[in-house]
């Protein structure tokens, strides 16, 4: 082969090559969107609970769509001088490849009706048990969204001002964490019957009648007045194991929440719901922004923002141990999580696991009580490999 058939053959195959280098540019670039995506959806929540501290409203953006245009180009260029023969003495061969990228990002400020009832409206105790068996801990759970248990906790509408996290709730939350820990109590979702129309009773029912029942998810109980309408239902369950139930520990904190220490089996209820009684706990949830709110207390603010009144003079409450943010008047380095508000900086440190674990589960919440839904409210990302 001459040296110029091989030149041209190196080429050719460089050139080829480029569809590889291509795929391998695509799938940085994915890796790179998404570790992007993840890393800016964790400054947002941390600048909304700054802002919380600040008494300033929540801002949330959503991507709703991402593309990326790449082009990619070669060029072979070849030179060369001949003799007075037509036999070539100089050659001069060139070849130059390239890629250049052209990202879009769209947002759009969740500001519907519905995002705003969703934020706002307490959570259901389902969610409590998914937190819980996704692994998050049973006490940094309830620490966060939980905050009235029976008669044990914070009233409505004094949790804002509040100087510090009720000892005696603190004291119930770690309990149930380390019993959950080791073994000697669940949470569980348990399937049933509950009576739909109470204290009323269906006498005749015909065929059709109990096929369209069915069919809704309705199910009959035999009564000696006639029949009584139910559906199915999930309800989270407590469920202490008889070691635990008979040892004095238990029956303790049992006489404290006003509970049958011996019954074994308490249904958890959302206290708008249900009237207390002693087989059941029933739980003040708090709302995400609530949580929000709550996680705000734990923000550290320079001392010139007390005193020019920028923000109120509130003490880190005690008991707010699992999450803290630090304040810097320079831009922190080496930090997990930094964002910059009214000319300060607000960051989580890399060795704070426990603030850092506290915002990995209230952004795992948003995700699931927030921004639930189909496939056509998830961001498209298009990233076509150029030629």
Request: with cysteine.
């Amino acid at each position: 082969m001459t040296k110029l058939g091989l030149f041209l053959f190196i080429g050719f195959a460089g050139m080829l090559g480029g569809c590889s280098t291509g795929s391998s540019q695509f799938s940085s670039s994915r890796m790179d969107y998404n570790q992007a995506l993840q890393e800016t959806e964790q400054k947002e929540l941390l600048l909304n609970i700054v802002r919380l501290r600040y008494n300033e409203p929540p801002a949330f953006l959503q991507v709703t769509g991402i593309s990326s245009q790449f082009e990619f180009t070669s060029e072979l260029l070849i030179g060369g001088e001949t003799d007075g023969d037509g036999r070539l003495e100089v050659f001069s061969p060139e070849a130059a490849i390239s890629f250049s990228s052209s990202p879009t990002v769209t947002f759009s400020p969740q500001q519907e009706k519905e995002f705003t009832r969703q934020i706002m409206a307490p959570v259901g105790p389902e969610t409590l048990y998914r937190l819980i068996e996704y692994g998050w801990g049973l006490e940094r759970v309830f620490g966060l969204m939980v905050r009235r248990i029976n008669d044990v906790g914070t009233p409505v509408g004094l949790e804002r001002e509040a100087l510090e996290v009720p000892t005696e709730q603190l004291d119930v939350f770690r309990k149930l964490g380390l019993w959950q820990r080791t073994h000697q109590l669940e949470l569980a979702l348990v399937s049933r019957s509950v009576g739909v129309l109470d204290g009323y009773f269906i006498h005749e029912l015909g065929l059709d009648d109990l096929t369209a029942l069915r069919e809704k998810g309705y199910g009959l109980i035999r009564e000696e007045d006639g029949y009584t309408l139910t559906e199915e239902k999930e309800s989270l369950e407590l469920i202490v194991s008889a070691p635990l139930a008979g040892s004095a520990d238990w029956l303790s904190l049992a006489d404290r929440l006003n509970l049958d220490g011996q019954a074994g089996t308490y249904r958890i209820d959302p206290m708008r719901n249900s009237q207390q009684n002693s087989f059941q706990l029933t739980v003040a949830l708090r709302s995400p922004l609530e949580m929000m709110a709550f996680l705000s207390r734990g923000v550290s603010i320079p001392a010139s923002h007390h005193t020019d009144r920028v923000a109120p003079d509130w003490p880190i409450p005690d008991g707010l141990e699992f999450f803290h943010v630090h304040a810097s008047q320079q831009k922190p380095s080496d930090v997990y999580l930094a964002v910059e508000h009214l000319g300060t900086w607000f960051y989580i440190p890399k060795d704070d696991l426990e603030s850092r674990r506290t915002l990995g589960l209230m952004s795992s919440l948003i995700r699931q009580e927030v921004q639930a839904g189909g496939a056509e409210n998830l961001p498209v990302l298009t990233l076509p490999v150029g030629r």
